[in-house]
């Protein structure tokens, strides 16, 4: 029976090593209003963290956002990948109250405190409302253009049905 040998890295090997961890795909980063209508949408690569993603779906928005005033502030909910100061720094300088909370954290407010409402579901929520779009279920576009075309195609279709609950 062989032993089993420890194989050696060359070096100076001709062919570099490939790297570990890359991924394949889109990530879309969501900015939504209180009942799920997308506001902003930024798409990346997959392997891009969301931090470096905030700053631009915090500038896209597409419609004019009213003056954040004492009596009525803007709150953002974020999970906690948004917890660092970089983070932070670009909530805080766009004005809007950061309630950034781990799942376990919300999940105990829920439980201990009585009308606690829980509102990170509603990006999920969104998410799932655009992934129902089966052309973007899995993505075969080769430009990100087009990708995102077809994002804020379903994104206005999502508003257009919003509009018609409220209003409707």
Known sequence: MERWVKRLWLKNASVPTPPIGEKNGRKRSVL???????????????????????????????????????????????????????????????????????????????????????????VERTHSWINRFRKLLVSFEKTEASYMGLVCLAAAMICWRQTIIIYG
């Open 32 to 122: 939504t209003d209180g009942r799920g209508v997308p506001l902003s949408i930024v798409g990346s690569a997959a392997n891009v963290n969301d931090v470096v993603l905030l700053v631009p779906t915090l500038d896209r928005i597409v419609i004019p956002r009213p003056e954040p005033t004492p009596a009525h502030p803007q709150n953002i909910c974020a999970d906690a990948g948004y917890k660092g100061q970089p983070a932070m720094e670009a909530v805080l300088n766009r004005q809007y109250t950061p309630h950034v909370k781990q799942r376990r954290e919300e999940a105990d407010a829920k439980r201990t405190q009585p009308g606690f409402k829980a509102r990170r579901w509603v």
